[in-house]
């Protein structure tokens, strides 16, 4: 068990960095040598999370922790040794923890993240990542700090659908010929016209101040509760301080398949037009375009995301992308590949479909099958460390996301200094990378 050791080392090394006095509380901290068993905190107890129980059974699940008691006693069913705690602060403190899967709502999650990685924690954070471009780079500074002792992911399992793979041999191998612009696309519609009324008091199993967490203050409605167990995050991920609407819902799933697929970088100019801007809500409508740099294999491009009605072009006539409700489109000089989550289909340029200029990998040298994506992340955390959609990764891909909104509500075309995190051409840009936080909450503690 090297890695818990060095985990244990790193834990000492951590605490003092952050000014924290957090200290392993057991002899042999981490996964128990015997089993091999992570000690999990599984924060945000219900709704998403439930797709986590049958995965997590096999850890010890020694604390859950939910703003709404009753959330607690759905999982304590599952996991009736848990600690229960209804503020993730105190419970980021329980003794002997190893790792932390986070189901909360978006604007928590790179709150709880920070937080968790600067007390020795491996993340599993569902997505989005961040919601504003400060959150993303804060949450990657801090893992690309300690990525030699954490394990991470960002909770976008639909990258191991084996197409994800496909996709990325295509376009490495050139079955498009050299990239021209690529974009991914997403069609939920859910507008609303702003923040909910006041609206009764929340029940007594709720702790309504501490969902809103760090945001600002907003009256109860159980209009923000009303969802299933699962697509609740469908009743307040649109509304700006809660969440980021399509961008990071979707968004995240849908932009991973060209991202996976481009290698990319920071962008260093986006531009976004849509609905009108509105303070309270996010658009519906949304394109957005990013300048990604080139990089070793191929030329700089354009990559969009466009949801709720705007679409790309169609590549021909025969092909109605609306029939795919998200999707992704590679342009290059000889053909246009166009992907779904699960399939795709390879449009050659020229008339007699040749496609002599492509070798197909053989079965030797494909990308490697994920199995099963949370379970990459346990099997990381207890060695190796290595997962597909780690904080890198995954955060410089919501930072670019981010920053389109940034754009949009800016009314204009920004410049982008991704090595320091700077909109170089407008500073009423620059102010809005941030959110602003209710007294009392820290972004990086
Ligand atoms: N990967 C996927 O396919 C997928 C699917 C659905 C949702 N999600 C993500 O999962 C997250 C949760 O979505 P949901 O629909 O379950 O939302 P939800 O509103 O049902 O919240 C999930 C749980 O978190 C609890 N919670 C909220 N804030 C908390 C806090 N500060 N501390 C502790 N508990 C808190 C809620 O009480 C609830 O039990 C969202 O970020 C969403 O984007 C991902």
Redesign the pocket.
């Known amino acids: 068990m090297a890695n818990t050791l060095q985990r244990r080392e790193f834990l000492m090394t951590a605490a003092a960095g952050a000014g924290l006095l957090v200290l392993p509380s057991r002899t042999v901290f981490g996964a128990d040598a015997a089993n091999s068993k992570l000690n999990i905190a599984l ?7 439930m ?1 986590h129980y049958d995965g997590l059974i096999h850890e010890n699940v020694v604390a859950i ?4 008691e009753k ?1 607690l006693d759905v999982a304590a069913e599952k996991f009736p040794k848990a600690k229960r705690y ?3 602060r105190k419970c980021l403190d329980h003794k002997g923890l190893d790792a932390v899967v986070i ?4 604007h ?2 790179a709150f ?1 993240t920070n937080w968790a990685m600067n007390r020795g924690l491996h993340v599993y954070c ?3 990542l961040a919601n504003s471009v400060e959150e993303a780079r804060v949450v990657r500074a801090t893992y690309l700090k300690h990525k030699d002792k954490l394990a991470t992911q960002v ?4 990258h191991q659908y084996e197409n994800f793979n496909r996709v990325r041999e295509l376009i490495l191998d050139g079955a498009v010929g050299d990239l021209k612009s690529v974009c991914a696309w997403g069609n939920r519609q859910l507008p609303r016209p702003g923040y909910l009324p006041a609206e009764g008091a929340p029940p007594k199993t ?1 702790h309504y101040d ?2 809103l ?1 760090p945001s600002p203050e907003h009256p109860y409605n159980p209009g ?2 009303s ?1 299933q ?9 649109m509304y700006w301080d809660f ?1 980021s609407g399509q961008v ?2 979707m968004g ?2 849908t932009m991973d398949l060209a991202w996976n697929a481009l290698d990319a970088g920071l962008p260093t100019a986006a531009e976004g037009t849509g609905d009108p801007v509105n303070p309270e809500v996010t658009p519906v409508k949304l394109q957005m375009t990013f300048q990604i740099p080139a990089n070793d294999w191929r030329p700089a491009l354009p990559l969009t995301w466009f949801q709720g009605g705007a679409m790309p072009k169609n590549p021909n006539d025969e092909m109605d992308l609306n029939k795919i409700d998200h999707g992704a489109m590679f342009t290059g000089t000889k053909g246009v590949l166009v992907s779904g989550f699960e399939n795709r289909i390879l449009l050659p340029n020229n008339e007699d479909g040749d496609l002599s200029y492509y070798k197909h990998r053989d079965k030797e040298h494909v990308l490697p099958r994920i199995h099963n994506f949370q379970r990459e992340w346990i099997d990381a955390c207890k060695g190796g460390l290595k997962t597909s959609c780690d904080f890198d990764y995954a955060g410089k891909m919501i930072e670019m996301m981010m920053l389109g909104l940034v754009a949009y509500r800016a009314g204009k075309a920004v410049e982008y200094d991704g090595a320091n995190g700077r909109v170089t051409n407008s500073p009423e840009a620059e102010a809005l990378l941030c959110r602003k936080y209710r007294k009392g909450w820290t972004l990086n503690g």
Do not use: M
């Not at 922790?65 to 709404?68: A, K, L, P």
């Open positions: 924060i945000g107890a219900w709704g998403r999370a797709a922790c939910d703003v709404d959330h209804v503020d993730w189901c909360t709502c978006d928590t999650h709880i569902e997505k989005p909770g976008t399992q639909r709720l501490l969902w967490g923000y509760f969802g167990a699962g697509a609740n995050c469908l009743s307040w991920n969440g990071g819902d995240s799933h």
